[in-house]
């Protein structure tokens, strides 16, 4: 078997996410209940059998290294190899690069002391499940410089709009990566190249005094090497605003999207809380809802997410919304296309209804 | 920073044979309870929260998977540098061994274990309890009334006395007779199998009565009435909270129930005192559109499609569509068909219920129906009329 490591490069990500990411960056954002954004790309890279993860986060990254801790939650707590938190290094008077590249100067031992051969590098905003180890048995296969990932989708949401597209040939070769926002070859944000080749060109990439390492690396050589495409079938989505986020969220109410997602073989880890289960009480009426541990019901849901130790009284009623880690929803209070962030308590008989296509945010450990 | 204030030996070696098949491949500290948990959690936890950082746990029948579970003892804060948890099973010695005889017995064999943290205080626990208590007020309590040997006690229903240990007490709560389940009980306070002696003084009542050729080496009918019999300083300790024994079936059905009382007595939402217990990482639970959930513990990973009432449900369960799972506790992994019918019932880890079947009787004090061998279940199997 070939060792990987893995990358997440979270520098170019934009916080878009108004509310919920006042005070993180998106890949701490919470989603689905009980994990936050970061948990899929790092559990992908877990079962995937990557023993050596690099995070390059530059901005908002307390919540995200409280949740990371040492990595244990992965088995990423390792003697050789493990998590690696990796701010850039302010001060280093040998650096003259900007942008991401300023990373991968900074933090070049990561890639040299590796012991792996390939390098996986990924954001955090693709939801996704996927086995890198199939991608680089293709990447070898295609004898490739560097493959990407991408996903066909069937309907273009505004999400897709900021990210690359991909030309194709019949080869599966990648002939351009482009912003046409009517293809729908979505690049995924992860691609995997030899360990060797990319120090090569992160070197050349800082001596031209470039800053970004996908577009003037990988992307702005595309006629001279060789880059495959490697199209993801699984589930996938696309994070990158409150509506994406909302609309991805709700769509894990479907079995058949729930279960490509939450494999049996490939399951997604996260931070352990040691919460009971759950306690739906004579009161309750939950229906159409996934809900996290520690959660108190003695109220309606329906069509909703519960995050972990939410309690909503009796004669709530709480509709199509997301409600995060211990919000407190009192007695005849009524949520409508609600996003509530962590810790808010909406108060007794308190009505707060958004529109379908625009959730209402409620930002973090607010009173309402 | 050698020696330690208080280690905590807990007998976790019992078959618990009332649990009948429950029991048949794990010990029963592994059993199951209350929709994520196993019992040995509670004592486990209990240590952790009262700053016990050094338990030995003693194992005997059916170990792997107590082994396993126990591991290096992090889901209890237990993996330490020095101290942590320690598994101690029997062993062999040059001057030959064998299986633990008895309680007395199974400490006596580990005198070397504990004899590594010279401990000033050793406190006795057993695996089959559900309860939270803080053992470190007893161990001042203990300390403060410079006993020599302190035992918790709860007080039962006078009726029900006579099935435990029974400590008969002065007015200052020392204890001056011990009589194992009396016929005529002189107090209603029972013995919680809960321990703490000074260990210079058990380690010499421990040798004397490893010498002893007609001794049974049970802490209940040898030790403490050996220190008893000196005048040797034993004081109760009151307890006051939830405390069950879990030994049979119904006993652990009727613990599980009592957790979906209105506010229950044993609170397992307290933060400041956890249960800890391994994490299985599954997804959240899905309620889906058809089905209703009343009064029940549902853990993550299940998916719910029937109607669950009034039901303790473990993780990763399936309950299918025109289900009924009524008064009933259903362990890690179960899939229930559909048209299934499940009352007053405990149905073990893995089983498969098949579309259709009939499980439990429904009348109020019926007997409890245990479905616990692995494997699946067809329709009308265990019906009754």
Redesign the interface.
Known sequence: MDRIAGIINLDHEQDMMDELTYFRCGAAVPF???YRMIDFTISNMTNSRIESVAVFARRKYRSLMDHLEQGKAWDLDRKRGGLFILPPDWNDPTDISKGDLQHFHNNIDFINRTLADYLVVSGSQNICNINFQDVLQEHKKADADVTVIYSKVDELYPEHQRAHKLDIDENNRVTAIHNDHSSTNVYMDMYIIEKDYMYELIEKCIAHGCSHFFLDGIKAKLPEINIHAYEYTGTHALINSIESYYRNSSKL?D?TE?DNL?KDEA????K?K?????????T???????????C?IEGHV?DS??FRGVKVAEGAVIKNSIIMQRCEIEGDAVLENVILDKDCNISNGKTLIGAPEKPYVVAKRRTM | MKNKECVAMLLAGGQGTRLKSLTKQIAKPAVYF???YRIIDFPLSNCTNSGIDTVGVLTQYEPLILNDYIGIGDTWDLDRKHGGVSVLPPFMQAEGGGWYSGTANAIHRNLKFLNQYEPEHVLILSGDHIYKMDYNAMLNHHKETGADATISVIEVPWEDANRFGIMNTDEEGRITEFDEKPEYPKSNLASMGVYIFRWDVLKQYLIEDAEKENSSHDFGKDIIPALLYDYKKMMAYTFEGYWKDVGTVESLWGANMDLLK?NPELN??DQRW????K?P????????????????????GCRIYGK?DTS???YDVHVGESSVVKDSVIMPGVKIGKNVKIHRAIVAKGSVIEDGAVIGDPSPDSEITLVADEGSVLATSFATN
């Open positions: 689905a209940g009980r109410l079995a729930h939450f399951p997604v880890f996260t352990i040691n919460e009971a289960p759950s306690n739906y009480t004579e309750s009426s939950v229906r159409n809802t996934m809900v996290a541990n520690g108190v329906e997410i519960l | 209350g929709g994520k209105k397992l939402n956890r249960i800890y217990s994490n990482n599954q997804p959240p639970q899905y309620i889906a559109p058809a089905a209703t959930v009343k009064n029940a513990l549902i853990n993550e669950v303790i449900i473990f």
